[in-house]
Nanobody
Framework: QVQLVESGGGSVQAGGSLRLSCAASEYAATMGWFRQAPGKEREGVAGIDSFGVTDYAASVKGRFTISKDNAKNTLYLQMNSLKPDDTAMYYC?????????????????????WGQGTQVTVSS
């Protein structure tokens, strides 16, 4: 069982930045960030595989950057130029195995383990 603990959420004004972290209890080859706003379905935000290949949702491309420190088993999401539409609960997800196709990085069913989430609120 890979345990995931997110941190770094908070409240910011539009245009601001936040950096989310996700500490994993052990190494996971594939990790990602998902979010869910009230009344909306969960959506994939960004994912990274064991080769460092990344994928981003169109709505965050150019503003968010995902990175992974394998030595620390920690995943990050740097979020810049935040918008009110980015307001959501952000979840970290992990998969022990590698990802053979980057198109799966934003697919929730591809992941086996989930964190409890950290709230991000962006005010206008």
């Amino acid at each position: 069982q890979v345990q995931l603990v997110e941190s770094g959420g908070g409240s910011v004004q539009a245009g601001g930045s936040l950096r989310l972290s996700c500490a994993a209890s052990e190494y996971a080859a594939t990790m990602g960030w998902f979010r869910q706003a009230p009344g909306k379905e969960r959506e994939g935000v960004a994912g990274i595989d064991s080769f460092g290949v990344t994928d981003y949702a169109a709505s965050v491309k150019g503003r968010f950057t995902i990175s992974k420190d394998n030595a620390k088993n920690t995943l990050y999401l740097q979020m810049n130029s935040l918008k009110p539409d980015d307001t959501a609960m952000y979840y970290c997800a992990a998969r022990r195995g590698a990802t053979l196709w980057a198109g799966l990085l934003l697919t929730g069913n591809h992941y086996n383990y989930w964190g409890q989430g950290t709230q991000v609120t962006v005010s206008s």
